[in-house]
T-cell receptor, first 109, second 112 residues
């Protein structure tokens, strides 16, 4: 079955810096890759996603890249702000949606 | 639309008790899933359904049963609760294979 690995587990950046979170997946049949943000005590919220026929997608300060050959995808957050502090999850969808173990991002003012 | 509604929000069970976690969505979503979230382990898939009458196992199905008699409802049953099932449970639904899941607000379950 699908296995998703996510790194790093924690990430601390200064406000205004960029943050990058990386994920790898095992099932070459996976074709949909969403990213979720979860604030403390709340439900995961979809922030951006990418499909297998696209290499990169951008939405304001957030971008996601996908390398299908290498089976890895990444989340890039530019000009980080304190409200970006949260846990971020990547996921890969083949026949079911499997999540990575999460990255705790802390943005210091 | 209420979205995805989970009940109860909190529950304490004694070891060996059974209970059902309720999940309902009013968006006519075909796909529904149950995840459990434990510290440091992310979201792990318990069971999922691709439509009424169809269910399948996820990564950690042992100790849980599901059924999908209607499009709207996807209850999760704990047959005989164990302390290892202490967790936060999320129900989620989506429309179509390439769309993101919408999550419910979660049920925090403690088994003593």
């Amino acid at each position: 079955g699908e296995n998703v690995e996510q790194h790093p587990s924690t990430l601390s950046v200064q406000e205004g810096d960029s943050a990058v979170i990386k994920c790898t997946y095992s099932d070459s049949a996976s074709n949909y890759f969403p990213w979720y943000k979860q604030e403390l005590g709340k439900r995961p919220q979809l922030i951006i996603d990418i499909r297998s026929n696209v290499g990169e997608k951008k939405d304001q300060r957030i971008a996601v890249t996908l390398n299908k050959t290498a089976k890895h995808f990444s989340l890039h957050i530019t000009e980080t702000q304190p409200e970006d502090s949260a846990v971020y999850f990547c996921a890969a969808h083949g026949d079911k949606l499997i999540f990575g173990t999460g990255t705790r991002l802390q943005v210091f003012p | 639309n209420a979205g995805v509604t989970q009940t109860p929000k909190f529950q304490v069970l004694k070891t060996g008790q059974s209970m059902t976690l309720q999940c309902a969505q009013d968006m006519n979503h075909e796909y529904m899933s149950w995840y459990r979230q434990d510290p440091g382990m992310g979201l792990r898939l318990i069971h999922y359904s691709v439509g009424a009458g169809i269910t399948d196992q996820g990564e950690v199905p042992n100790g849980y049963n599901v059924s999908r008699s209607t499009t709207e409802d996807f209850p999760l049953r704990l047959l005989s609760a164990a302390p290892s099932q202490t967790s936060v449970y999320f129900c989620a639904s989506r429309y179509g294979l390439s769309n993101g899941y919408t999550f419910g607000s979660g049920t925090r379950l403690t088994v003593v």
